[in-house]
């Protein structure tokens, strides 16, 4: 029996009722509504040079898994004899790498490299660990899938960096456009749904980062009660074009790709552009 079928089995030993719903708790840090709910706040709310260098490796890591998980289409462990597996509507796509494991350690990876915090380190390198060990006891990742995501999201930080501050300090926006160009012309080699959806939020991302930076410009900084208005109004339009278009759109990965971008063009730039017309954000950072 191979080494990872063995492994899997004998962490599934430890397996209960309690550790099943805990685990299941646990993944769900990997999944995309929680970046959603989270990177929103931050950069409409909160900080947004830093959420931008958070959406970069985000989104970039996105689209790089998806790329991957097309290029080494692996089988996943589901179905294989000895292991069980758990919440599995989560398990889309091939197996290598994990994008559970990879979308949550870039997220990680990248906090600790802006805010240098001792406690959210290690809070960070936890949850890392945490959802790694989940998609094994759930039975849908192998160890390999786990590994290589921790390494790719280590490279992908490091890169979306040297991205952001060519953007960020010298105005140079041809590192995103050549991202641009080379994941536009990918659509047409890697034609799975999961794929596209990785695409969309990334040039969803790349052009909203645009948009905003050159036409809206907006203070993510306010008074309290502003806030909170601003985060309720952006969250809502979000769900309209979100789930609206979901509604209306025909069931096609091409349709999938505008439903995501259009999310993602709204949370950067429409929402932003919103609270200015509004009077909820001010023009620039000063």
Not at 87 to 104: E, V, W
Not at 114 to 138: E, N, Q
Not at 207 to 220: K, L, R, S
């Amino acid at each position: 029996m191979p080494f990872e079928i063995k492994l899997i089995i004998w962490i599934q030993t430890f397996s209960s009722p309690f550790l099943d719903h805990l685990f299941e708790a646990i993944t769900v840090l990997g999944e995309s509504y929680t970046y959603i709910v989270l990177l929103s706040l931050i950069y409409w709310c909160i900080d947004k040079v830093n959420s931008r260098r958070l959406l970069i490796a985000v989104t970039l890591s996105v689209a790089i898994n998806g790329m991957l998980k097309e290029i080494f289409n692996a089988a996943r462990p589901i179905g294989v004899e000895g292991i069980r597996s758990l919440r599995i509507h989560t398990a889309i796509g091939a197996s290598f790498p994990s994008g559970h494991t990879q979308t949550l350690a870039t997220f990680v990876f990248s906090m600790m490299r802006i805010y240098k915090d001792k406690m959210m380190t290690i809070l960070g390198l936890f949850l890392v660990v945490a959802v790694a060990i989940s998609r094994l006891y759930l039975g849908v990742h192998w160890p390999k899938d786990v590994i290589a995501a921790v390494i790719v999201a280590m490279v992908i930080v490091k890169s979306s960096e040297w991205i952001h501050e060519r953007a960020y300090r010298y105005s140079d926006f041809l590192p995103y456009f050549i991202i641009l160009a080379i994941a536009s012309a990918s659509l047409f080699a890697f034609k799975t749904e999961s794929y596209y959806k990785g695409v969309a939020i990334l040039l969803g991302y790349i052009i909203g980062y645009w948009v905003e930076e050159n036409f809206v410009n907006f203070d993510a900084r306010g008074p309290l009660d502003r806030q909170i208005i601003k985060y309720i109004i952006g969250m809502t339009g979000l769900l309209i074009v979100f789930v609206g278009l979901k509604m209306i759109l025909p069931e096609a990965p091409s349709m999938s790709f505008i439903r995501y971008f259009a999310t993602l063009l709204w949370a950067t730039a429409g929402a932003p552009a919103l609270f200015v017309a509004l009077r909820l954000s001010n023009h620039r950072i000063f």
